[in-house]
């Protein structure tokens, strides 16, 4: 099979969530002898701003711990006819221009032999649907969205069953425990600062926690303004800045536990999505303790794989709890693993895409040869 995706960049993962699980899900693919082409337009914001804060060092770790991917850059005037000649399949990111994700369905409806999915991970469609609104669907098979609550918006615009859930998840190739334990100390955030959306539960259930019981704690991340900074100092934060995805895996390794705080869109209107941070946390092998969000799809096993606390207090608890008991660490670590192993892996999510497009007719090599 020959998939084609287009992303917003699959070289940079700077503010750009997506680019992780991309990387993953066609990773399995190529090792699994499908024929993937993925296209990044040029100047793409999120590469923009890594080439501007890091040069051309800041893709190092993409590139030595991802090989196996590339990207094609295009312009606006690329022939997408010649481009998608001999697709079997073509994915569509939502961040991408209006323009393209029109021109791909024209492609389509034109007699394009492929088939066509639209792919959503975002909180847009609730957030700012009018964003998702301007998008030509038209001449699109299927949209593959991150959640339930997601699909069931797609489902109430007319897609019916033709969108399909498709939950981001880790790649176990590269996020994994380490080879071997070394010590470790105080608590991890990997997180971008963003728009404020989430600024007082950071206080909440990550900044005044850890202070309160004396554990140290690093932040990576894109996007602190000033006034954030700030609030990172008042608390005796280290902030460390930009973290290159590949490079998390060494980092988690390093510290006692880590703490998942939801932005308030997945809490309020997107229940049951969790970020990837928290596929690729359980992956890493690391205690993982989690502000409240609903897991609706019953993804994971709350209180096994992970703490949830309820409030300031609870985090406070959560926290002396995972320090002072070993058992307890070793518990939660090996629930969470086994979560990710059994079927939040991004193998798992290549075999899922793999079935979606069958009910297509796209066939993979396996299948044409049996």
Same mark, same amino acid.
């Given at each position: ?37 993925a296209f990044e337009p040029r100047g793409a914001w999120s590469l923009e701003n890594l080439l501007k804060d890091h040069g051309d060092a800041g893709l190092d770790a993409y590139r030595k711990l991802y090989p196996e991917l590339s990207s094609v850059v295009f312009d606006p005037d690329i022939d997408l006819g010649e481009a998608l000649a001999d697709a079997d ?144 100092? @008042?608390?005796? !934060? ?5 973290? #290159?995805?590949? $490079?998390?895996? =060494?980092? &988690? *390794? ?9 932005? @308030?869109?997945? !809490? ?5 999505? #969790?970020?990837? $941070?928290?596929? =690729?946390? &359980? *992956? ?28 300031? *207090? ?6 002396n709890a995972v320090r002072n008991d070993a058992d307890l660490r070793r518990a939660l670590v090996e629930s969470g693993l086994d979560a990710i192993r059994s079927r939040h892996s991004c193998a798992h999510r ?21």
């Amino acid at each position: 099979m020959k998939l084609v995706y287009f992303t917003h960049s699959l070289a940079s993962c700077w503010n750009h969530g997506n680019a992780h699980f991309l990387r993953g899900v066609l990773r399995d693919l190529v090792q699994r002898g499908h024929e993937v082409t993925a296209f990044e337009p040029r100047g793409a914001w999120s590469l923009e701003n890594l080439l501007k804060d890091h040069g051309d060092a800041g893709l190092d770790a993409y590139r030595k711990l991802y090989p196996e991917l590339s990207s094609v850059v295009f312009d606006p005037d690329i022939d997408l006819g010649e481009a998608l000649a001999d697709a079997d399949a073509v994915i569509v990111h939502e961040w991408n221009d209006p323009w393209l994700v029109a021109a791909v369905g024209k492609v389509r409806r034109q007699g394009g032999r492929f088939t066509l999915l639209f792919h959503d991970t975002h909180h847009r469609a609730v957030s700012d649907p009018n964003a998702i609104r301007q998008f030509d669907l038209d001449g699109y098979d299927g949209v593959l969205a991150f959640g339930e609550t997601l699909a069931e918006v797609y489902r109430r615009w007319g897609w019916g069953e033709r969108v399909y859930v498709w939950h981001e998840a880790a790649d176990m190739r590269l996020f994994h425990p380490p080879a071997q334990e070394t010590e470790r100390n105080g608590l991890v955030w990997i997180g971008n600062w963003g728009d404020d959306e989430r600024s007082a539960e950071l206080e909440s259930y990550l900044f005044r926690p850890a202070q309160t019981v004396g554990l140290p704690l690093d932040i990576y991340g894109v996007r602190y303004p000033g006034h954030a900074l700030e609030t990172l100092a @008042r608390y005796g !934060v280290t902030y460390r800045g930009w973290l #290159p995805n590949a $490079r998390a895996p =060494e980092v &988690l *390794a390093r510290h006692l536990a880590t703490v998942h705080v939801p932005r @308030r869109f997945y !809490v309020d209107l997107l229940p049951g999505i #969790p970020t990837i $941070r928290v596929f =690729e946390a &359980l *992956a890493c092998g690391i205690p993982l303790i989690s502000a409240p969000w609903s897991d609706s799809e019953g993804l994971f096993n709350p209180g096994k794989d992970y703490l949830v606390a309820r409030d300031e *207090a609870e985090m406070e608890r959560h926290l002396n709890a995972v320090r002072n008991d070993a058992d307890l660490r070793r518990a939660l670590v090996e629930s969470g693993l086994d979560a990710i192993r059994s079927r939040h892996s991004c193998a798992h999510r290549a075999e899922q895409l793999l079935a979606i497009l069958a009910t297509h007719g796209v066939s993979t090599p396996m299948e044409m040869s049996a």
